[in-house]
């Protein structure tokens, strides 16, 4: 098989309020649309509390910090950051199993995560930045969720300002200022990502 069908680390960061999981929910459809079983869902460790209906083993793994502290020791975290006072982590083995079966597998996850990724599996990862349409246009969203006081707005929007300044640390860059055109250029770097020859070399001597 080529290389061209390996799976892929799509590892996505931008501010709260940016879109990156309607967004990465319409490319999972998208992929999944063209390819049934090609994607991989990666359920991440955290030590916050379940919000809402979230449960135990599908938005997140929940566990104490005794225990995350454990897992890292035990090398069963690939990778880990501090969120507002929390841990989240990437656990190793079903991320290995996912890539073992070619599947590709997005990653909502922060800035350090991405970075992270990007250095431990290398040419198998796409790291993307999704920058907001304007400051406005992430004001309006963070304001539209009519569930925060005006200082904890004003906090994330300073936070947005300084990850913001981080975008270039990023392969790609991908504007949200429509839910599909993002989704699409998302798919875009996918498949180019895939088509890299320094991936598809093998291949192409193959037929030497
Ligand atoms: P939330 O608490 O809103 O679900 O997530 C908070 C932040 O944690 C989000 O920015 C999300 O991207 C990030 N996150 C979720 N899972 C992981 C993970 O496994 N590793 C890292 N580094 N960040 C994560």
């Known amino acids: ?84 006072d929390n841990y989240y982590g990437t656990p190793s083995e079903p991320l290995d199993a996912m890539l073992k079966k070619g599947q590709d597998v997005l990653f909502d996850i922060t800035i350090e995560g991405s970075l992270a990724l990007n250095r431990m599996f290398d040419k198998d990862t796409a790291t993307i930045f999704i920058l907001p349409p304007s400051m406005e246009a992430l004001e309006n969203r963070l304001r539209g969720r009519g569930t925060e006081t005006e200082e904890k707005i004003q906090k994330r929007l300073a936070q947005a300002k300084a990850e913001i300044k981080r975008a270039g640390e990023f392969e790609y860059i991908v504007t949200n200022d429509d839910l599909e055109r993002a989704a699409r250029d998302i798919l875009a770097v996918i498949t180019a990502e895939k088509l890299k020859a320094s991936k598809n070399i093998s291949t192409a001597k193959e037929l030497e």
Do not use: C, W
Not at 11 to 37: I, M
Not at 40 to 49: E, L, M, P
């Open 1 to 84: 098989m080529s290389n061209a069908y390996r799976g892929l680390i799509v590892a996505v960061s931008g501010p709260s309020g940016v879109g990156k999981g309607t967004v990465l929910a319409r490319v999972e459809e998208l992929l999944e649309e063209a390819n049934p079983g090609s994607v991989g869902h990666s359920i991440s460790v955290t030590t916050r509390a379940p919000r809402g209906a979230e449960q135990d083993g599908v938005e997140y793994y929940f566990r104490t910090t005794e225990e995350f502290e454990q897992m890292i020791k035990d090398g069963k975290i690939v990778e880990y950051d501090k969120y507002v």
